[in-house]
């Protein structure tokens, strides 16, 4: 059975950094790509980045790109999401996202296993 598991998220104030991780068990991390999505109160799940099943390759939302890393463990089966110079609009439930033998997407439809999600708030 195919379990991610986030955390890390909380409360920051704008300009401060957090660090989500989301621990995978029960597939083969280096078969899977592995994607970060985010869902504000009211509005539609977005795309925030995404990683490759090597990790040689990711890749970002526009509002993000530059703010936003993703790294990922193999030893650890473990993907990162690092998140600088955070703002009020971050402010969101964000969601790992993981699809075996697919190829990098931003679409939500392309990923088959879900996290729970941890809550991220950004205060101004």
């Known amino acids: 059975q195919v379990q991610l598991v986030e955390s890390g998220g909380g409360l920051v104030q704008a300009g401060g950094s957090l660090r989500l991780s989301c621990a995978a068990s029960?597939?083969?991390?280096?078969?899977?790509?592995m994607g970060w999505f985010r869902q504000a109160p009211g509005k539609e799940r977005e795309f925030v980045g995404g990683?490759?099943?090597?990790?040689?390759?990711?890749y970002y939302a526009d509002s993000v790109k530059g703010r936003f890393t993703i790294s990922r463990d193999g030893a650890e089966s473990t993907l990162y999401l690092q998140m600088n110079s955070l703002k009020p609009e971050d402010t969101a439930v964000y969601y790992c996202?993981?699809?075996?033998?697919?190829?990098?997407?931003?679409?939500?439809?392309?990923?088959?296993?879900w996290g729970q999600g941890t809550q991220v708030t950004v205060s101004s």
């Open positions: 029960g597939l083969a991390f280096d078969t899977a790509t």
């Open positions: 996202a993981a699809a075996r033998w697919a190829s990098s997407s931003p679409s939500a439809n392309v990923y088959n296993f």
């Open positions: 990683s490759s099943r090597s990790g040689g390759y990711t």
